[in-house]
């Protein structure tokens, strides 16, 4: 054999090595919520959390901590969306071995799952700390409800949107999804083919990428998806609204605000920066909800977790959305479906976003 071919076979072997080593090392593994103090992780504050600033259960993290004035050490971890593969990165995955985000570091022991991590955190509060879960237990059953309702799971793509306000987050979240695609390099993207745990998420981001929106929602199953998230939602935003009027307090529990609120709030901002939160308030009288959702932004932690968060990324897709919304009715229609002035009396919808409403 010449040099040549022995140096290509030598080289061959070495990125055969690599690979193998770096796909062991980024092994996901299943766990359980909670605190896990059988693992002490590497920590330089007392408090620390990892999320990600678009990360619909990031989001409620940070505001419960923000709410109960628990300082944290914040890393910021990147999904494909905000830039790259960051969750199955082989540094977090020894943070969090299942490879989501968030994850709360308490004395250097992990808390996982969003909704354990609440709970947890106002464990670890002060005494002094507002009190996120009500001490009567109707209540507090009252807001599991509310938790179970807005909650997303990794089955949501296959159905529940007609049972929970959470499962219909996926599909409405498409079209800001494929936008911010736009937006992140392809070599980025196709790492996910040699590292993800499955090949479906990257070559679904791949066609996103080189599709685009436009493209995109043509294809019929996406297109129904979409717009099937979008009715049910519509129903159960309803339901908010009508739970609103019926007790007239600020919010949804009564008099106090609760892990309910944070959790409804944050589903609220998704429906707000995709463009549906307009569109709902369109098509639907929602006056409680409305209200509602402002009395949530002005909250000062709101400004603190979220605002103070904003990934540029995000922001950017978001104006492109908007963009859409006012300069090209047709695919806004698409995207949307239809909406026309008659049904949204009193509201400021684009007259440009109405002119071709048809189903």
Same mark, same amino acid.
């Given at each position: ?242 739970? *609103?009027? %019926?007790? =007239? ?6 008099? /106090?605000? +609760? #892990?309910?609120?944070? $959790? ?6 998704? *429906?707000? %920066?995709? =463009? ?6 369109? /098509?639907? +009288? #929602?006056?409680?909800? $409305? ?69």
């Amino acid at each position: 054999m010449s040099l040549l071919l022995y140096s290509f076979l030598g080289l061959v072997a070495v990125g055969l090595l690599w690979f193998a080593v770096e796909k062991r090392r980024r092994r996901i593994r299943p766990i359980t919520g909670g605190i896990d103090r059988s693992t002490t992780l590497p920590h330089t504050e007392a408090v620390e959390l990892y999320s990600n600033s678009f990360s619909h259960c990031s989001r409620k993290v940070r505001l419960v901590l923000a709410e109960l004035g628990i300082e944290a050490k914040h890393h910021s971890i990147d999904l494909i969306e905000t830039g790259w593969y960051q969750t199955i990165s082989a540094e977090y995955l020894k943070v969090n071995p299942s490879g989501l985000v968030p994850t709360l570091v308490h004395q250097g022991h992990p808390v996982f799952e969003s909704d354990d991590i609440l709970t947890y955190a106002q464990s670890i509060a002060d005494a002094d700390a507002p009190q996120l879960v009500p001490a009567d237990e109707r209540r507090e059953a009252e807001m599991q409800e509310w938790l179970h309702f807005c909650a997303i799971v990794s089955a949501d793509l296959m159905g529940g949107m007609k049972e929970r306000a959470g499962a219909c987050i996926p599909g409405l979240t498409m079209p800001l999804f494929i936008t911010s695609i736009r937006y992140i390099p392809l070599r980025r993207i196709l790492v996910g083919f040699l590292f993800h745990h499955t090949v479906k998420s990257p070559t679904l981001f791949f066609t996103f990428k080189v599709l685009g929106l436009r493209r995109m929602m043509r294809v019929s199953k996406l297109r129904e998806l979409v717009h099937a998230s979008r009715d049910a939602m519509r129903t159960h935003l309803e339901t908010i609204d009508r739970s *609103l009027a %019926e007790h =007239g307090k600020p919010w949804i529990l009564g008099e /106090s605000y +609760s #892990l309910a609120d944070v $959790s409804i709030s944050c589903m609220l901002l998704r *429906l707000e %920066e995709t =463009g549906w939160l307009r569109w709902f308030h369109a /098509s639907a +009288s #929602l006056p409680h909800l $409305s209200a509602y959702y402002d009395r949530l932004k002005a909250r000062s932690a709101w400004k603190e977790a979220i605002e103070a968060h904003a990934h540029p990324i995000v922001t950017q897709a978001r104006n492109d959305l908007e963009q859409i919304v006012e300069t090209d009715p047709e695919l806004a229609e698409v995207v949307y479906g239809p909406l026309t002035r008659s049904e949204a009396p009193g509201l400021d919808v684009p007259q440009q976003s109405a002119a071709t409403a048809s189903s």
